[in-house]
Nanobody, 122 residues
């Protein structure tokens, strides 16, 4: 629980990389299940990746497996999403979210950032 703030979005070309960051309140990463979601215009918000409280287990949507990596640095209170080999279909607003239990359902998440936009051009 607390403030979440995404950063690192931008406009890139297909095949490029971006690293998103989510700044969290102190103690958030050691207390909550964290996830990244994305939402393209006119589309539903979709699960992208998640990491558990221990940091030992990561989960990915099929469409990002092998390209995206979720990680966190508890000391820096920051959640990350490394995005490689970006495709035009990755274009969306990316959100980080926190919840008290493991889930991929966006409606279950307790706290959300306001998002950072990623635009990938061919």
């Amino acid at each position: 629980q607390g403030q979440l703030r995404e950063s690192g979005g931008g406009s890139v070309q297909s095949g490029d990389s971006l690293k998103l960051s989510c700044a969290t309140s102190e103690g958030t990463l050691s207390s909550y299940f964290m996830a990244w979601f994305r939402q393209a215009p006119g589309k539903d918000r979709k699960f992208v990746a998640a990491v558990d409280i221990t940091g030992d287990n990561a989960y990915y949507a099929d469409f990002v497996k092998g390209r995206f990596t979720i990680s966190k640095d508890n000391a820096k209170n920051t959640l990350y999403l490394q995005m490689n080999s970006l495709k035009s279909e990755d274009s969306a607003v990316y959100y980080c979210a926190a919840n008290q239990w493991a889930t991929v359902q966006p409606t279950s998440f307790r706290s959300w950032g306001t998002g950072t936009q990623v635009i990938v051009s061919a």
